[in-house]
């Protein structure tokens, strides 16, 4: 990659100033250009809050139908909060980051047994939820109640890093702070919501990663410094990621009839509390997985299919060794159940689901 072109070295660590400008052109483009989205036809905070959690690490497109799917099912912050935890992960299902809807509930039941069913209409008060960060307190501040506070996440880094031709990694706390200040400057008397969904349509449809934005149609273009430049490609700086771990795992997909074994990840750690198809650390050949599954009582008697797969999560990478196996004893160790539930009741992780052929993203 060439040499950045940063702002001069001396005020790298002044405050960040942006045009004053910015509000009015990302607001007349946002009339103009914003998609049409189901959570964006209201300013309820339930139905806000639950699509700026989905949306972290996910994309619109997929997040249109677990939207629809979770509203339909629990409509309210008092139904969120009344929900079984095996029908709240189901509906979660495929998303990841199984740990956001197990703060959803904690934070539903604060707002109906603490709030008398009222969200806090302060960012200081959004950010008092359990699992309610800086960005997503920012977002349903300025969404739902005009506040001018900004929601600063990854996208809304990158448009204004380069706009604004930031030369330090942007992923830099002290970094953050500075275009949060800056943002929270520019919030004009009236339309402080639409501000907010407007910087964050820009760096999901035009302002784009990975050095391919759509300069030409930006309506910041007269005002950026990386366009300026011809250095959009050198926008955002980042922090060197550090090596994704990588572990080894066998799994096991157990079959007695038209049954599959399945069981209960412990609460704590990676997927806790998630159902899973049995596994185990390390690479087991054939006869050492037969081995295993007639050590938990499954009295196998046929491996019919090995195959590998790889699964990525954000800091460790699975490469699993998987072997269906035909058993001829429903071991009490695990939880015995039939294709249809597997659909209807119990949330399987992408990392298992995807094993069974079912993978639902």
């Known amino acids: 990659m060439r040499k950045t072109r940063t702002q001069p070295s001396g005020t790298e660590h002044a405050a960040l100033r942006l045009d004053a400008r910015l509000s009015g052109l990302l607001i007349a483009w946002y009339d103009e250009n914003a998609r049409d989205l189901p959570w964006r036809r209201d300013r309820d905070p339930y139905r806000v809050w639950i699509s700026e959690i989905m949306l ?91 506040l001018p506070t900004p929601a600063v996440d ?60 759509r300069c030409c149609v930006c309506p910041a273009e007269g005002i950026c410094y990386a366009r300026a430049c011809n250095a959009a490609a050198d926008f955002p700086v980042k922090k060197p990621k550090k090596e994704r771990r990588e572990e080894r795992r066998t799994v096991l997909l157990l079959a007695c009839g038209e049954k599959t074994a399945i069981r209960k990840r412990e609460r704590e750690g990676l997927l806790g509390g998630l159902w899973e198809l049995p596994n185990t650390p390390g690479e087991l050949d054939a006869q050492g997985a037969l081995d295993l599954a007639a050590a938990w009582g499954a ?57 069974l052929g079912r993978e639902t993203t």
Request: net charge neutral; charged share 20%.
């Open 56 to 146: 972290q690490q996910t994309r619109a497109e997929v997040v249109k139908d677990y939207y629809a799917r979770f509203l339909a099912a629990l409509p309210t912050a008092r139904a969120l909060a009344d929900a079984d935890e095996q029908t709240l992960m189901k509906l979660w299902e495929g998303l990841g980051y199984y740990g956001r809807a197990r703060n959803l509930q904690k934070a539903a039941r604060a707002i109906v047994n603490d709030l008398g069913g009222l969200f806090p209409e302060t960012y200081e008060g959004l950010r008092a939820l359990p699992g309610v960060g800086p960005y997503t307190a920012g977002a349903l501040a300025s969404i739902c109640f005009e």
């Open 299 to 355: 009295k196998p008697f046929a491996v019919t299919k090995s195959f590998r797969r790889m699964h990525i999560f954000t800091h460790v990478a699975w490469e699993m060794t998987c072997f269906s196996i035909e058993c001829a004893e429903e071991s009490p160790l695990f939880v015995w159940t039939s294709n249809a539930e597997l659909e209807s009741v119990y949330a399987l992780p992408s990392a298992f689901r995807k094993l």
């Open 154 to 213: 990854g996208n809304v880094l990158r448009v204004v890093s380069r706009i604004a031709g930031i030369g330090e990694p942007v992923d830099a706390p002290e970094v953050k702070k500075r275009v949060t200040e800056a943002l929270a400057s520019l919030y004009p008397a009236a339309r402080r919501g639409d501000f907010t969904q407007s910087i964050m349509e820009l760096g999901a449809t035009v302002c784009l990663p990975n050095g391919a934005p």
